[in-house]
Structure formats: structure tokens, C-alpha cells
T-cell receptor, first 112, second 114 residues
Framework: GAGVSQSPSNKVTEKGKDVELRCDPI?????LYWYRQSLGQGLEFLIY????????KSGLPSDRFSAERTGGSVSTLTIQRTQQEDSAVYLC??????????FGSGTRLTVV | AQSVTQPDIHITVSEGASLELRCNYS??????LFWYVQSPGQGLQLLLK??????LVQGIKGFEAEFKRSQSSFNLRKPSVHWSDAAEYFC????????????FGGGTRVLVKP
């Protein structure tokens, strides 16, 4: 979607490898969210960054998942020791103003 | 915890017919409510949102939704569907007290027959 850039658009990785997914909200200092969309499933909240507050990590499914946001802008979601159940589309969204959420086009992760 | 239910996983509708997608939420306070559409291989696009005021909300692409507090519902409607409306539709809620994060329903996939 316009205004949120995610890379790569597709990633195939071997089970057990680490992967990094990148999100650039472009508009700078906004709230930023990560969601996961598994095949045939809805969107599952993973983590949320807002300003200098501690991130809300309540949605991360395991300690293999982590995320950081550098300089209040670009965010990286890291999955360590990937498993096949991690295969999904990972979506990033930014929020500006009053609940104006803009989603990126996502990274499709396939773990083989 | 807040939750969003979309009871219909799939709906098939003929082109030109009306469409209604159901959404129910569970939360003590009135949340902010959203409908998103996701076309195949595409990202999420906001159709409409409700914060307060008039309970009938107009959105893009000819969609509208009605908030009914008594039923905890926010159903999406379109009077006459077009083949291009074939997509997956997601209802979502956000609660300010929960950090504004969107909680999504499971989605409804809409198929449009010629």
C-alpha cells in the first residue's frame, strides 16, 4: 500500500534459518504495527511500536520472534530458527492521526 | 479481551445482487470499527470506519455499514455487487484503552457469479 514499504516481498527459507523482514513506514514517526496472516486465517497482531514507549509485544507467538524499530522509523521483524508453521504473510501497518492505518503489501514467507 | 466475529467464511453472490457481510464484536465499551478489503495478492484497503455520530457510514466503492450498539454489530452492505468486488473482507475493531491496535475478524471471502 502507498506509504508503507515492506521488503522482501517474498522470502523462501529453509527450516531452522533466521530471517529478517523489513518495514519502512516512509512517513517517519508514526505508530507501527506488525501482523501475521496465515493461509486461510485472519490477521493476527504481533507487535506494536508507539513513540518512545515500550513496544507492546503481547502478540509475539514465541521467543523466536523479535522486532525492533530504529530511530522511530524503519522496523525489522526477526524470526529465529524458522519453523514451517511460521509460513505466512507478514504485514506492517503505520498509524497516523485518528486511527488512520495504512498497510504495506506484506512479505510472503515460506519455510521449506 | 476484545474479539471480532465474522460468522460467514464464504459468501457467493450473483453480480448485480445485494451483499451483506456480518460482523459482531465483543467488548464492554464501544470500539472504533473498520472494514477492510483484500483483493487477491493485494494489501489491505480501508473501505470505511466508524468512530461516533451517525450510525450509518458510507465508504468507498459503494459500500456502507451500520453500527448497531444493541446488537454489537457492524454489518457491511452493498446494494449491487460488481465482479470486481470478489475479495476477502475483514472487520476490525480498535480500543483506545488497548493501545489502539486493530483486532481483526477471521474474514469473509466473497465470490461473485456472473
Amino acid at each position: 500500500g502507498a506509504g508503507v514499504s515492506q521488503s522482501p516481498s517474498n522470502k523462501v527459507t529453509e527450516k531452522g534459518k533466521d530471517v529478517e523482514l523489513r518495514c519502512d513506514p516512509i512517513s517517519g514517526h508514526t505508530a507501527l504495527y506488525w501482523y501475521r496472516q496465515s493461509l486461510g486465517q485472519g490477521l493476527e497482531f504481533l507487535i506494536y511500536f508507539q513513540g518512545n514507549s515500550a513496544p507492546d509485544k503481547s502478540g509475539l507467538p514465541s521467543d523466536r520472534f523479535s522486532a525492533e524499530r530504529t530511530g522511530g522509523s524503519v522496523s525489522t521483524l526477526t524470526i529465529q530458527r524458522t519453523q514451517q508453521e511460521d509460513s505466512a504473510v507478514y504485514l506492517c501497518a503505520r498509524q497516523q492521526g485518528n486511527y488512520g492505518y495504512t498497510f504495506g503489501s506484506g512479505t510472503r514467507l515460506t519455510v521449506v | 479481551a476484545q474479539s471480532v466475529t465474522q460468522p460467514d467464511i464464504h459468501i457467493t453472490v450473483s453480480e448485480g445482487a445485494s451483499l451483506e457481510l456480518r460482523c459482531n464484536y465483543s467488548y464492554g465499551a464501544t470500539p472504533y470499527l473498520f472494514w477492510y478489503v483484500q483483493s487477491p495478492g493485494q494489501g489491505l484497503q480501508l473501505l470505511l470506519k466508524y468512530f461516533s455520530g451517525d450510525t450509518l457510514v458510507q465508504g468507498i466503492k459503494g459500500f456502507e455499514a451500520e453500527f448497531k450498539r444493541s446488537q454489537s454489530s457492524f454489518n457491511l452492505r452493498k446494494p449491487s455487487v460488481h465482479w470486481s468486488d470478489a475479495a476477502e473482507y475483514f472487520c476490525a475493531v480498535a480500543i483506545k484503552a488497548a493501545g489502539n491496535k486493530l483486532t481483526f475478524g477471521g474474514g469473509t471471502r466473497v465470490l461473485v457469479k456472473p
